[in-house]
C-alpha cells in the first residue's frame, strides 16, 4: 500500500465555521507533512511532524492547527480562517527513518473554499 | 531562504524532447527532485539525483545536475501527450528524520501535435 489518502476531497467552510482535514498513510512512514498550494503556484511547506512531533511550523497562523495522533494519521483543525485561505491543502509522508531519498509521497489533496 | 527557480511554460511538438531548467540557490541540498501534477491531483515523484551526480536516467527521463551552476534539468525523450502537466523541481534541505522539500514555481508543459 503506497497511498496518502486524504478526507474530504472538497471542502467549503464559513468564516465562523471549524473543521478538519484529514490525512492518513499505512506505508510505515514516521514523517508526515501539510502544504498549502494555490492555483498556478508550488506548494508551500505548511508542518512536518517527525515521530509524531511538531518539528516545523513555517509561520503558519494559529487558525490552522495540526495534530498527529498516531504515526498514521495527520490531522490539520480549521477555525475562522479568511476567503484567502482557499487553497489545495495537500499532505505527505516519507519515511523519514534511516538513510533514504527523503522522498515525498503525495495525497490527492483536500480542496477548501472559505466563502 | 532557499529560492528554487524555474520557467513557467514550455511547448513542444509530439515526439521532440522536452528539457526543462531549474535554478536553486542552497548548495547545501542533499537530494534533488522532479515531480509531475497533472490537474486536479496531487504530486507524483518521477526521479531524483543525489547530490553527489551529474546525470541519471531513468527510461524516458534524463536527469542533469551541475553543481558548480546549481542548475539541474530534465530531458524527456519522445514527448507524448500524456506527458503534459506542471513539473516540479525540488531540493532537500538538511534536516533530521523529516524531510524539508522546497519547491520551486512548476513549469507547465504542453504538447503540441
Known amino acids: 500500500d503506497t497511498e496518502v489518502t486524504q478526507t474530504p476531497k472538497h471542502l467549503v467552510m464559513g468564516m465562523t465555521n471549524k473543521k478538519s482535514l484529514k490525512c492518513e498513510q499505512h506505508m510505515g512512514h514516521r514523517a508526515m507533512y501539510w502544504y498549502k498550494q494555490k492555483a498556478k503556484k508550488p506548494p508551500e511547506l505548511m508542518f512536518v511532524y517527525s515521530y509524531e512531533k511538531l518539528s516545523i511550523n513555517e509561520s503558519v497562523p494559529s487558525r490552522f492547527s495540526p495534530e498527529c495522533p498516531n504515526s498514521s494519521l495527520l490531522n490539520l483543525h480549521l477555525h475562522a480562517l479568511q476567503p484567502e485561505d482557499s487553497a489545495l491543502y495537500l499532505c505527505?509522508?516519507?519515511?523519514?527513518?534511516?538513510?533514504?531519498?527523503?522522498?515525498?509521497?503525495f495525497g490527492e489533496g483536500s480542496r477548501l473554499t472559505v466563502l | 531562504g532557499e529560492d528554487v527557480e524555474q520557467s513557467l511554460f514550455l511547448s513542444v511538438r509530439e515526439g521532440d524532447s522536452s528539457v526543462i531548467n531549474c535554478t536553486y540557490t542552497d548548495s547545501s541540498s542533499t537530494y534533488l527532485y522532479w515531480y509531475k501534477q497533472e490537474p486536479g491531483a496531487g504530486l507524483q515523484l518521477l526521479t531524483y539525483?543525489?547530490?553527489?551526480?551529474d546525470m541519471k536516467q531513468d527510461q524516458r527521463l534524463t536527469v542533469l545536475l551541475n553543481k558548480k551552476d546549481k542548475h539541474l534539468s530534465l530531458r524527456i525523450a519522445d514527448t507524448q501527450t500524456g506527458d503534459s502537466a506542471i513539473y516540479f523541481c525540488?531540493?532537500?534541505?538538511?534536516?533530521?528524520?523529516?524531510?524539508?522539500?522546497?519547491f520551486g514555481s512548476g513549469t507547465r508543459l504542453s504538447i503540441r501535435p
Open positions: 525540488a531540493v532537500s534541505l538538511p534536516y533530521s528524520s523529516a524531510s524539508k522539500i522546497i
Open positions: 505527505a509522508s516519507s519515511q523519514g527513518t534511516g538513510w533514504n531519498t527523503g522522498e515525498l509521497f
Open positions: 539525483i543525489f547530490s553527489n551526480m
